[in-house]
């Protein structure tokens, strides 16, 4: 500091005569150096009290300048330690997430990341630091022992896709660990291009997710089996949130519950308010019972009440909860049983012993309804399959023996049987699809078909039946096209024709077809008593007839409710006309089609004789009758067949030949719970892509969705020979084609 010239503690005459003093001595130096021309003193003189002035100045501002930068430091240190607590802030709620959490930079190197990031993966966790590439992070993980991949996919693989993945601005994967554990890892990209991943233990979510499907899938085989063995019962349904999953036609007919409540999804309090509503059903403590035992979410056990229709009609209502939590309540008429009760109690005491007598005999009666519900459910599961076997089979022996050397009367007697045949197995079809088409799992083929072998088929077929009765059948040729499944409008005719003849006792029965704009309108007009108006509903009900007089044939009374349904699965419009004393027609509206030509289908009595030469058939089939049957009717097409109960006799056959067959045809279930299908791709996996035909009476659309994705035919019994030749001829083509 510079020094100053004035002592602040003198008084001022002090300080004033020490300023006189050096200002004389200042006079006396200005005038020597005057006085010897020193001019440039004075100069000097000047100059340094002008630096004197500046550096005063500067030392002023330098002063102030030290102060700003004292503050500026200040406020940095605050500053820094702000920047310290929010990173240890940030650190803390990071590591507070219950996911695992990491973030890498543009030059994507790991920044920071939680303990609980790949905590699944302790191999990896105990490498992660800032500063690692992500490149060799994803390798890392790639090859940990924790890590689970798919078998068709390698660790290369699987790092090679993650990276791929890396520059997407979002993706959400799951990530497969030992002992059936999973991660799901989201990726983000930051907006400084970095990239934040954040990794959710899903384990249980999935494990849920599966038991969820598993319980789907026997859910539905449960509702098949109840609503089978249920079936003189009214049974409905509920998920475990009290929505209807299914209900039965029995349950309508109880309960006269609208179309809309009886709909998959209609809620449980919906139903019990339609029920309650209007006195339909008393008394109203046992339905409030009822609805606060569906309503509670923990059920002692089942519940039993009884309730009473409008009508006066007695149901006996169980319920019964299901492992999900749903639950199941059927509907049982007791009507009958509670009248004979009350009469009982009225009658003498002495009847008692005969009251319990009937009381057992009816205990009985019920074991053995039950016990018949249970064989008629094992009946549809299997009757598919088994009961087409041995009718198929002889099919398959009567078309053999119509290519052999007949006169002209036997291969009549020959085509005649074989049309029974068809008939039988086309009731028996109808039969084992009745249940399908109620619970709606029937399934159709709709295709383009000529309507004139339809109803040349159905003339042949009834003129006897008509005959016998004393009727006249004039059936109507067409020569037009139509869309529909052959099989299921050749028995909706059947049926309408078949229930013509038998409630008409005398006249006619007249079939034919009318066009009407892009619709052909198949009609079945009789003589008949005709329908009353109040009926004419009731008619199209399982196993109502109207006509109870002596010498009316009895049929089942499936042949009309087979009808109504059949329509309704192929959308073609059902109509009915009757006039009471002057007869009925019915009609079926089906879409028109241009013609087209099918393979096979122009003259099937072109076909006798051998067609398929030189061509190597592999008959795989359990049922030792249907095999021979069908290897007798190949031989007669002129293939050379080789027949086998499995796939292990195949290959026995083709290793003893040294080649492979040119086709295979396959039943569908063979023993030991193999399939034919199995058996096909088995082989085709040894011998290469062979033609296949799987034949089966599964109309499901599992197994037509399996064949058609592995280029196999799918022929359904009962088996239409000329469709069978088709495909065989369609292959010998191809392979004169290749060999060309």
Known sequence: MKPLLLDPSDDLSTQNLKLRRIADVLMERIEREIGSGGGAGYSQFQIAAALEEQVRARTKDLDETMKMLSIANARLNVARQDAEQA???????????????????????????????????????????PGLKFVDYVRMVSRSQHLQVDDDESREEWARQRLRDHRSPRIVFLVGLINDRWLQVSAYRTPSDGTAVVQTDVTNMVRREREER????????RLLRATLDHITQGVAIFDPRRRLAG???????????????????????????????????????????LGEWAERDTRAGPLLLELRRGDGAVLDVFCQEMPDRGFVISFTDMTAERLAVAAMHNAN?????????????????????ERANASKSRFVASSSHDLLQPLNAAKLFVSS??????????????DRIGSAFESVETILGALLDISNLDIGKASTEVTVMPVAPLLRSIDQEFQGLAHERGLELRVIPCSLWVESDPAYLRRILQNLVVNALRYTKQGKVLVGALRRGDRLRFLVCDTGPGIPPDRRAEIFDEFVRLDHSPGTPQGMGLGLAIVERACALLDHPLSLDSEVGRGTRFGVSVPVAEPTTLAGEEDRDAHRGPLLDDMIAMVIENDDAVRAGMVALLEDWGTSPLESRDLAG??????????????????????????????????RAAHGMIPAVIVSADRGMELRAAAAQNDITLLHKPLELHRLQAVLQWVKTSIAGGAA
């Open 214 to 221: 598993d319980r789907m899938l026997d859910d539905q085989a």
């Open 349 to 369: 005491e002495t009847l008692e012993q005969r009251v319990a007598e009937r009381t057992r005999e009816l205990e009985a009666a019920r074991d053995e309804a």
């Open 247 to 289: 209900c039965n036609h029995r349950l309508r007919r109880l309960t006269s519950l609208p179309m809309q409540l009886t709909q998959a999804g209609s809620d449980f309090r919906s139903i019990l308010e339609y029920m309650t509503a209007g006195a339909r059903f008393v008394p109203t403590a046992e339905l409030e019972a």
């Open 401 to 414: 023996l119509t290519h052999t050397d007949l006169d002209a009367e036997q291969r009549g007697i020959a």
């Open 87 to 129: 990173r240890n802030d940030l650190y803390d709620a990071i590591e507070a997430v219950r996911e695992g959490f990491a973030l890498f930079g543009q030059d994507d190197a790991l920044i920071l990341c939680n303990s609980r990031f790949s905590a699944q993966l302790p191999d990896v966790a105990s490498k992660l630091g």
């Open 650 to 683: 195949a290959e026995a056959l083709i290793d003893d030949l040294g080649t492979a067959p040119d086709v295979i045809v396959a039943d569908y279930l063979l023993d030991d719970g193999e399939t034919g299908l199995d058996a096909i791709l088995k082989l």
